[in-house]
């Protein structure tokens, strides 16, 4: 069982940057691939990026590639989503994912179903 928080959003204008941390219960954490997804009010959640359990395999969506960056310190069960020249599409409720003992990216993990554990979520809202 992993019990994931996330912590970091807030209010920003386009071009700033903002890093979202999640935090993980469990000793096992190290053993569990991080998504990042997002949901947009009145859109479907969508998939952001992804990361292996190793944390050498990383996939990210079009749409954030290259200004987007995930990333996990095992020692302190966090992972984070470092995101930069934000844009007012960005805005959207940011969610943590973990699947267990993914160690490659497959193209179904842009699929919510696919992931085992969520967190609460938190806001970020990126103004013009």
């Known amino acids: 069982q992993v019990q994931l928080v996330e912590s970091g959003g807030g209010l920003v204008q386009a071009g700033a940057s903002l890093r979202l941390s999640c935090a993980a219960s469990?000793?096992?954490?190290?053993?569990?691939?991080m998504g990042w997804f997002r949901q947009a009010p009145g859109k479907e959640r969508e998939f952001v990026g992804f990361l292996s359990w190793t944390g050498t395999i990383t996939h990210y969506a079009d749409s954030v590639n290259g200004r987007f960056t995930i990333s996990r310190d095992n020692a302190k069960n966090t992972v984070d989503l470092q995101m930069n020249n934000l844009r007012p599409e960005d805005t959207a409720v940011y969610y943590c994912?973990?699947?267990?003992?993914?160690?490659?990216?497959?193209?179904?993990?842009?699929?919510?179903?696919?992931?085992?554990?969520w967190g609460q979520g938190t806001q970020v809202t990126v103004s013009p």
């Open positions: 469990g000793r096992t954490f190290g053993t569990y691939a």
């Open positions: 994912a973990a699947r267990r003992g993914t160690g490659r990216w497959e193209s179904s993990l842009i699929e919510t179903r696919r992931w085992n554990y």
